[in-house]
């Protein structure tokens, strides 16, 4: 089982649709989570991070974390086709700085 | 404010070879992170430095190396170069080095062994 998992897509969503991204950890005792957005040929961008239970929102998007169940998923609201890119989900164990355990990455689609 | 840049963004080795990657930091930053990204494996941690020393190390064999200056510039060596190592290096820094998963990527040396 991968520390970090997330199905691969590629997840295509309309236009001004919902799209649903998630994730699921291995280890309970991980601290934080993480959303990084990776546009195809570029570097991975931090979008979302969520430390607490619930839901946290930021703008367009919405992380939610339920540590019991062991699952982080992020909603984006209105969907744009510059929202197409890689989604990667990463989890920070134990506040250990700069190591991050990534998810493959789940790759959106979203049609105009 | 300037990101993270990374020398030299692409370049080509033959097996056996040892190959050294820098990473300026974004001004500031203390902490470096080096990671390895392929198609197959994804995003894999490779370690970290924090003031000049070490903090986290992954899992990959002693091949892979890396060090910090004083002015938190971060190099990475990879010696007896395999055609595995093919990849895009990425670093990242990061500015509380602490709790923080919060990770500013340069835009990687993408390394290809023949």
């Known amino acids: 089982q991968k520390e970090v998992e997330q199905n691969s897509g590629p997840l295509s969503v309309p236009e001004g649709a919902i799209a649903s991204l998630n994730c699921t950890y291995s280890d309970r005792g991980s601290q934080s989570f993480f959303w990084y957005r990776q546009y195809s040929g570029k570097s991975p961008e931090l979008i979302m991070f969520?430390?607490?239970?619930g839901d946290k929102e930021d703008g367009r998007f919405t992380a939610q974390l339920n540590k019991a169940s062991q699952y982080v998923s992020l909603l984006i609201r209105d969907s744009q086709p510059s929202d197409s890119a890689t989604y990667l989900c990463a989890v920070n164990k134990d506040n250990q700085g700069g190591k991050l355990i990534f998810g493959q990455g789940t790759e959106l689609s979203v049609k105009p | 404010k300037a990101g993270v840049t990374q020398t030299p963004r692409y370049l080509i080795k033959t097996r056996g070879q040892q190959v050294t990657l820098s990473c300026s930091p974004i001004s500031g930053h203390r902490s470096v992170s080096w990671y390895q990204q392929t198609p197959g494996q994804g995003l894999q941690f490779l370690f970290e430095y924090f003031s000049e020393t070490q903090r986290n190390k992954g899992n990959f064999p002693g091949r892979f190396s890396g060090r910090q200056f004083s002015n938190s510039r971060s190099e990475m060596n990879v010696s007896t170069l395999e055609l595995g190592d093919s990849a895009l290096y990425l670093c990242a820094s990061s500015s509380t080095g602490g709790k923080s998963g919060e990770l500013f990527f340069g835009e990687g040396s993408r390394l290809t062994v023949l």
């Open positions: 969520i430390y607490s239970n």
